[in-house]
């Protein structure tokens, strides 16, 4: 049985190995880092970081199955800013040590990639935004991440009163899966990452 909860200080290293997991053929990180076991550990670090960020605003939700957590994702109520990338780096300053520039490239890339869903979000007054959303790579195309969106995204902006759920996505397999769950692309664009072009589509979906 799926249930979800507020994300909790404990569960941090188990999403961010969740997202690395998920994400490691993602568009959004593969331009940056070649070999795939330094990749990983970038995109655990990047993760690591943003639900630090996440967690401590209870902007973070996780999805269990039989205790064992299976989905992760964070959704942000009007009004709310996401973490930006000076918070990122205050509590994980040895990225660049680490990484070099390449956190400042990514992050170059997602301000490039997000401006269209933060204009949406300025003009709207009322839009509830996903920033994550990952199932575990074992439990992927078994209807979990349809039942993220409509068994606790949808009924979370319900009880409040409605509004618009949107986010972003690089991947046209994606773009597939939110247009099944009854959301709509206002933005499509080529955006530039590490020497190549992504993708980049910005969805939103009405709640009443």
């Given amino acids: ?49 943003c639900f630090k960020a996440e967690i401590k605003r209870r902007q973070a939700v996780v999805g269990e199955d039989d205790g064992e957590i299976i989905t992760a994702f964070s959704i942000h109520d ?13 509590t994980g300053i040895g990225m660049v040590f680490h990484y070099g520039i390449t956190p400042f490239k990514w992050f170059d890339m997602y301000d490039k990639c997000v401006a269209p869903a933060d204009k949406f979000i300025n003009e709207n007054p009322d839009v509830y935004y996903i920033e994550i959303l990952a199932v575990r790579p074992d439990r992927q195309r078994h209807g979990i991440g349809t ?11 319900r009880k409040k009163g409605g509004g618009m759920l949107s986010l972003i996505t690089n991947s046209v397999e994606n773009t597939m899966f939110y247009e099944s769950n009854g959301f709509t692309c206002f933005d499509h664009m080529k955006v530039p990452a590490a020497g190549t072009e992504i993708g980049n589509w910005c969805f939103s979906m009405k709640v009443d």
């Fill in 1 to 49: 049985m799926l249930t979800y909860r507020v994300a909790e200080d404990k569960d941090l290293k188990t999403i961010s190995t969740l997202c690395a997991d998920a994400f490691m053929e993602y568009d959004f990180y593969r331009p940056f880092v070649d070999n795939p076991e330094k990749r990983w550990k970038f995109i655990y670090d990047l993760h690591v970081q």
């Fill in 78 to 90: 009007p009004g709310r800013k996401q973490a930006g990338f000076s918070e990122y780096l205050a």
């Fill in 147 to 157: 039942r993220d969106i409509q068994e606790y995204m949808v009924p979370y902006v």
